[in-house]
């Protein structure tokens, strides 16, 4: 049946059927040591970007101790601690993964293999998923649990038009991202060419940036919570936030305008300008500047130079960071004139922007239909 002939406004689902999830997929629970496999790549929970089906980073087994779980190539990767982070990509390598995830494989015989990864990105998926995770502080899923979930699914016959639809709207998704992480590399080699070419006095960004330590104990008076999952990899801003109410602990005060840096995994390039006062993750440092101006020092921060420099001097093995101290040790060239660099620099943030605004557009009908559908 072609998708043009389906009504999603006025679904009819009479002869759809309800399944338990242990019959939709199956839980791959083949086991790994990362001490001895031939195997080249893991995949933890911060490879994986929430509400993508994507994944695009991974880690190698000399990032791990400790037993894994087994996946092949076209599984599901799913979070199950901290669900609401709607983390679940799909396998593109064959390799292992946290034991914080489940390796789900869908049963071909009740959903399409294509059909399936836009099932666990439904609401009505990860809204379950959330209900029946247990434990305060790193709520997680038990298999046990999830695969008694009973879930209304459609007949096989108009599966793949819906895979299909769903499809063609996440290849313009990732088109979109393929323009925005290009303009991204294009950002910062024109950056560090017209420092490089601009009159200035290297110094160290200890004498730049100027610590912010303000803290607010719960209940938090601002509304809005960013933690590290709220902040895209590579974006020079953070328009995502959680309920401050679900943050338990104390947490640093954000103010509009402040410059963060994200301490923990800087392999994983996460600093923004705030755009809103809010309360955050400890994980954060919250800077003012003096001597260049909070933009131009948060180029530097995404530079490859920089990138480069903290993941080398990271500190910790599972869950490496930086500190303060480190961040302070990195040389920047202070600009007689930031103005003509920052000018130039405003026509790739047109295009970036631009791109963030498809993307943003495509993900919310991709998620409008799909929940029509599920």
Known sequence: MAIEKINLNNLDKS??????????????????????TDLEVYVGLEHIDSESLHIKRHGTPDDVNGTKIRFY???IIFGRRRAYQRKAGIATWDGFCSAH????????????????PFFIHSDLFMNRAVDISVGSLSPT?????????????????????FAELFNSIDSLIEADECLLSQTRVAKGIVFESLVASTNGESIPLFKILKQKKSKSL??????????????????????????????????NLIDKGDLCYSKLRPYLDKA???????????????????????????????????????TSKGFGTKMPRVNHKIVGEYNIKVLKDEKPVLDKMALYAGIEKSAIEKISQNKELQKSLNNKVF
């Open 141 to 161: 899923i038990n298999w046990g649990t999830l695969k008694h979930q009973e879930f209304l699914i459609p007949p096989k016959h108009i599966q793949s038009s």
């Open 101 to 116: 995830a489940l390796v789900l494989r869908a049963n071909p015989n009740v959903i399409h293999p294509d059909l399936f």
């Open 272 to 310: 923004f300008i705030a755009d809103f006062d809010a309360v955050s993750t400890t994980e954060l440092l919250i800077y003012e500047t003096a001597l260049a101006s909070k933009p131009y020092v948060l180029y530097h921060l995404h530079s490859k130079p920089f990138v480069d420099y903290v």
């Open 15 to 36: 002869d759809w059927k309800t399944y338990r999830f242990d019959e939709i997929a199956q839980n791959i629970s083949e086991r790994v040591d990362p001490n001895d």
């Open 73 to 75: 190539k076209g599984d």
């Open 218 to 251: 719960p209940p938090h008076e601002r509304s809005k919570y960013i933690g590290l999952e709220h902040i895209e990899s590579g974006s020079y801003f953070c328009s995502d936030f959680g309920d401050s109410k679900d943050a338990l602990a104390q947490c």
